[in-house]
């Protein structure tokens, strides 16, 4: 059974850094993708990086800013997020999709909250 959990949100300042650490369980780190969503009050879920066993992705919008990685010994996934804008204000959740063999499967965490702001 896959199980997420999110730590790390909190208040920073813009131009500040912030450290998101997701802790699963169930993971299988050789085919699973894992990544980070946000969701800022009103707007909808929108990826921001995401993590294959051999290749990351990022929202333009965090491009050189955020830096997605993974441990796989301790079975975290962690988000480093950088020269940080009050644009980034959101709730991060930690995700899990999976190759069915019918179809992709979602899993989410709790989600943390980030605020930016001076």
């Known amino acids: 059974q896959v199980q997420l959990v999110e730590s790390g949100g909190g208040l920073a300042q813009p131009g500040g850094s912030l450290t998101l650490s997701c802790a699963g369980s169930g993971i299988d780190f050789s085919i699973d993708i894992l990544g980070w969503y946000r969701q800022a009050p009103g707007k909808q879920r929108d990826m921001v990086a995401a993590?294959?066993?051999?290749?990351?992705s990022y929202a333009d919008s965090v491009k050189g800013r955020f830096t997605i990685s993974r441990d796989n010994a301790k079975n975290t996934v962690y988000l480093q997020m950088d020269n940080l804008k009050p644009s980034d204000t959101a709730v991060y959740y930690c995700?899990?999709?999976?190759?069915?063999?019918?179809?992709?499967?979602?899993?989410w965490g709790q989600g943390t909250l980030v605020t930016v702001s001076s």
């Open positions: 995700n899990l999709r999976r190759w069915t063999g019918g179809g992709w499967r979602d899993y």
């Open positions: 993590s294959t066993s051999s290749s990351t």
